[in-house]
Antibody, heavy 117, light 111 residues
């Protein structure tokens, strides 16, 4: 079965660092780009960025450039999204998704990130 | 990039049809045939319903159809059913830098 399994709920304080993961299985990890999507509480979907796991070629949406880092480890078929210093405005659900035919055809279950002092 | 524009809400009775629009620019929707649509039920991850403007993934009912004219794409749900009540988002390839942009989202209510 093709699936993306994300890491669990995170509760952090402002200023802390965080790295969440997205483990792929059931397909050739290096053959498809993986994207990250943010959904703030009660709001819509936002494109954050995308990575090609084969060569780690990464692109960021302008709003997220410099705010997060996307990476991948093809040896363990896992993509990552990380912050060096979290802010309260980073409170959101974060989804990873596989891009196929210029669409996201497989989605992870989401990782809820709560940032609160 | 700015988010693509969708109506906040749409509704219809069971069995009726509802059409959701998604308006962008010639740099995204109008420039490429790479529009996709997603259905999201509360508390769930989005699900791909349409890709490349008109194509349906395996398992998606043929009640769902997509189209595009100029800078506006549309999703039509025919024969509305209770389980179609959800939020719907469009997405388009946005050209250089291999990026994309989502629509603002539309809440579909089955009356």
């Amino acid at each position: 079965e093709v699936q993306l399994v994300q890491s669990g709920v995170e509760v952090k304080k402002p200023g802390e660092s965080l790295k969440i993961s997205c483990r792929a299985s059931g397909y050739t990890f290096t053959s498809y780009w993986i994207g990250w999507v943010r959904q703030m509480p009660g709001k819509g979907l936002e494109w954050m960025g995308i990575i090609s796991p084969g060569d780690s070629n990464t692109r960021y949406s302008p709003s997220f450039q410099g705010q997060v880092t996307i990476s991948a480890d093809k040896s363990i078929t896992t993509a990552y999204l990380q912050w060096s210093s979290l802010k309260a405005s980073d409170n959101a659900m974060y989804y990873c998704a596989r891009r196929n035919f210029w669409a996201f055809d497989i989605w992870g279950q989401g990782t809820m990130v709560t940032v609160s002092s | 990039q700015s988010a693509l524009t969708q109506p906040p809400s749409a509704s219809g009775s069971p069995g009726q049809s509802v059409t959701i629009s998604c308006t962008g620019t010639s740099s995204d929707v109008g420039g490429y045939n790479y529009v996709s649509w997603y259905q999201q039920h509360p508390g769930k991850a989005p699900k791909l319903m349409i890709y490349e403007v008109t194509k349906r993934p395996s398992g998606v009912p043929d009640r769902f159809s997509g189209s595009k004219s100029g800078n506006t794409a549309s999703l039509t749900v025919s024969g509305l059913q209770a389980e179609d009540e959800a939020d719907y988002y469009c997405n388009s390839y946005a050209g250089s830098s291999n990026l994309g942009v989502f629509g603002t989202g539309t809440k579909v209510t089955v009356l």
